[in-house]
């Protein structure tokens, strides 16, 4: 098995000194996805690779209005990968059968609703990324990211770097094959979703967001998760919050006073008192009433909260 310590840089990478590899934004606009209009055709074209799409979709109702809410201009990206994964991701073992007709609020709604979380035109390192969930969807709903999808394993490597080509993500989305103990990466937000506990997750993963900060998705686990991993995460100086938003619920791990801020590429904000981000719209989303949208009709779709105050507005969660 090879490592990202073998493979050398390669897109969305570039080496530094010391030998880490720290993930940096792919070339094609300010923010180094490929955010115009024409970057969306790279995912619509037909071909070898397309996924017909019909109204008997093997992924449902194709995600309702949550769908175009939530990716905007994507939306249609998002309506392949949920296919796929309800297709090729169940014959191949990443996902159960019973799965299929759940992909949109159980793996592509509770993925993307960490979005608002992240600073603008980061970097993200998506560890036992698995069938490319979270990473996959959070690069879908955030066009300015720079994404890197890390999995040990040969088959899932395979079915992600068909993903990645099939929608068209090539320029923002790089797949690594490797393990997290072992890369040699660095990135201003690492996420994990259903990898390991959180103490055996942070213990794997610290080196790997230094000044960044680690999203893991946790679910009811999440307080009994935090308690067992508080002394070893303060041993080490790390702190962790339990964020719910969206139906989905997550642990966030950072420096106390280090939130994660991106290495450039993106437009400015601040993180607010609540810890979302000031002055910044996430690129699928128009203005505040958009986001608003968005999040209260993924919530209703997944039984969560329902509503979620926009990154710019200062206030609690």
């Not at 897109?11 to 070339?27: E, L, V, Y």
């Not at 990968?81 to 759940?102: F, S, W």
């Not at 991106?262 to 910044?280: C, D, S």
Request: charged share 20%; proline share 9%.
């Amino acid at each position: 098995m090879s490592s990202p310590r073998n493979s050398g840089p390669g897109p969305g990478r570039s080496s530094r000194p010391g030998g880490d590899n720290a993930i940096t934004r792919p070339p094609g606009s300010p923010s180094g996805a490929p955010c115009g209009p024409g970057s969306e055709r790279a995912g619509q074209a037909d071909g070898d690779n397309a996924i017909a799409r019909s109204p008997g979709s093997p992924s449902g109702d194709g995600g309702g209005p949550q769908a175009e809410a939530l990716f905007g201009p994507r939306a249609e990206q998002a309506r392949r990968y949920a296919d796929l994964l309800a297709t090729t991701g169940v014959a191949r073992g990443l996902i159960g059968p019973a799965e299929a007709n759940r992909v949109w609020s159980r793996h592509l709604f509770n993925s993307a609703a960490a979005a608002s979380l992240i600073g603008p035109g980061a970097s993200l390192l998506d560890v036992g990324s698995g069938a490319g969930l979270p990473g996959l969807p959070l690069a879908l709903a955030r066009p300015d990211l720079a994404v890197v999808l890390l999995e040990p394993m040969l088959r899932r490597v395979q079915f992600l770097e068909e993903a990645v080509a099939i929608l068209g993500l090539t320029g923002q989305v790089t797949v690594v094959r490797g393990r997290a103990e072992e890369a040699e990466l660095t990135a201003d937000v690492v996420v994990a979703r259903a990898v390991a506990p959180l103490d055996r997750l942070v213990a794997w993963t610290r080196p790997l967001f230094p000044t960044g900060e680690l999203l893991a998705w946790k679910g009811d686990k999440a307080e009994v998760e935090v308690a067992a991993a508080s002394p070893a995460l303060a041993r080490w100086g790390l702190r962790a919050e339990i964020v719910r938003l969206g139906g989905a619920t997550l642990v966030r791990v950072s420096r106390p006073g280090d939130r994660a801020r991106p290495r450039g590429g993106g437009k400015g904000g601040e993180r607010g008192e609540a810890g979302g981000w000031r002055g910044v719209v996430p690129p699928s989303f128009s203005d505040e009433r958009d986001w608003e949208r968005a999040v209260s009709v993924i919530g209703v779709a997944m039984g969560g909260c329902g509503s979620r105050p926009w990154p710019g507005r200062s206030g609690g969660r």
